[in-house]
């Protein structure tokens, strides 16, 4: 089976994956690292020459194959989602179909402190003018209702570590997964 992680752009998906993965023994996949890997270009370079859509096209495609790919295996695998994956519909239906999906739920205060912390510069939806915090609030205000439909499980993560938000997931996962 697969654990994938989905939230808001720095809630920490790419920061729990591994420690996740390692506690788990498992392999964990993070889809933007792979897009990038496979294309041969950055997410702020794609988003810049092609556009978002083609982005959330990639998103679909790699996420498909990723999935695919590991169908029938014995094990468990850690993914770490990209924040608006389960935005396409398609991808939502995926994840929520073929994975166990972890919504790792941070406030916007805490978003906006992350994000001021790791800077936004490979993040190209929170580009441009205007405040970082309004256009979280906004995204997340789009978004928020689709990460909780689309998870099996919701975790609460202000003010955890990434080692901590690991421990919560592995104790809230069904005893199948274990
Ligand atoms: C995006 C989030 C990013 C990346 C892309 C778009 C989004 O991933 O997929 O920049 O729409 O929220 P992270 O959530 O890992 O930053």
Known sequence: MIISLTG??????????????????????DLDDTIEMEEGRSIPEIFEKDGESSFRLLELEYLDRIISDFDGFPTTMVLSLGGGTVMTPLCAEMVKGKTFCVYLKASCDELVGNLQETGTEGRPMLGGEGKLR??????????????????HLVLDTDGL??????????????????
């Open 134 to 151: 309004s256009k979280v609030e906004n995204l997340m205000a789009q978004r928020e209702g689709t990460y909780e439909k689309t998870a």
């Open 161 to 178: 570590t990434p080692e901590e938000i690991a421990e919560r997931i592995i104790e809230n996962l069904p005893q199948t997964l274990l």
């Open 8 to 29: 808001f752009m720095g809630c920490g998906k790419s920061s729990v994956a591994p420690v996740l993965a390692g506690k788990l023994s498992c392999f964990y996949f």
